[in-house]
T-cell receptor
């Protein structure tokens, strides 16, 4: 069974640019969540999608957005990049029932903003 | 407002001994707690969880203890092995929620 796949794995952008990250969940999983990991901050919740609808959103500015497609694949976009956006962006998938909270994470997309 | 806190950024333990990782939380509405392990260049992987109606859950070498009155949970690893060296994240969720609230992580190093 294939795991959660994130692309690209690494990317470098400059301030002011925008970036799109992609996530393919485990087959059958309908919920996709995105987290930002920075040193000392742990994992910060960005948003969660279920059946193409955003169910939850974290405390991030409007520059961070996402969407989910009918095949459950998801993308997140960050516009007008800032130096502080440099981080590991992790995608996680689950069945979406919310009972146990067990998420299956991808390897992440490491974004560096120069 | 850090609702889930791991106050020890790092922990070093000798192989074969017990590793104890601690986590504190502030939100009494959390009903499920999880531990994830993360190796470098990999995503976090689920390790063990506990419901708020229990005070202990065991899975092989891993045991999680929950003290609701103190809003504290801990992960015990016995015996510790070199392959356990990783960053451990504590996480919590509310009933029916998909969102996990994570702690900052504790880097565990097992010394041979």
């Amino acid at each position: 069974k294939a795991g959660v796949t994130q692309t690209p794995r690494y990317l470098i952008k400059t301030r002011g640019q925008q970036v799109t990250l992609s996530c393919s969940p485990i087959s059958g999983h309908r919920s996709v969540s995105w987290y930002q990991q920075t040193p000392g901050q742990g994992l910060q919740f960005l948003f969660e999608y279920f059946s193409e609808t955003q169910r939850n959103k974290g405390n991030f500015p409007g520059r961070f957005s996402g969407r989910q497609f009918s095949n459950s694949r998801s993308e997140m976009n960050v516009s007008t990049l800032e130096l502080g956006d440099s981080a590991l962006y992790l995608c996680a998938s689950s069945w979406g029932t919310g009972e146990t909270g067990e998420l299956f994470f991808g390897e992440g997309s490491r974004l560096t903003v120069l | 407002d850090q609702q889930v806190k791991q106050n020890s950024p790092s922990l070093s333990v000798q192989e074969g001994r017990i590793s104890i990782l601690n986590c504190d939380y502030t939100n009494s509405m959390f009903d499920y707690f999880l531990w994830y392990k993360k190796y470098p260049a990999e995503g976090p992987t689920f390790l063990i969880s506990i419901s708020s109606i229990k005070d202990k859950n065991e899975d092989g070498r891993f045991t999680v203890f929950l003290n609701k009155s103190a809003k504290h949970l801990s992960l015990h690893i016995v015996p510790s092995q070199p392959g356990d060296s990783a960053v451990y994240f504590c996480a919590a969720k509310g009933w029916g929620a998909q969102k996990l609230v994570f702690g900052q992580g504790t880097r565990l190093t097992i010394n041979p």
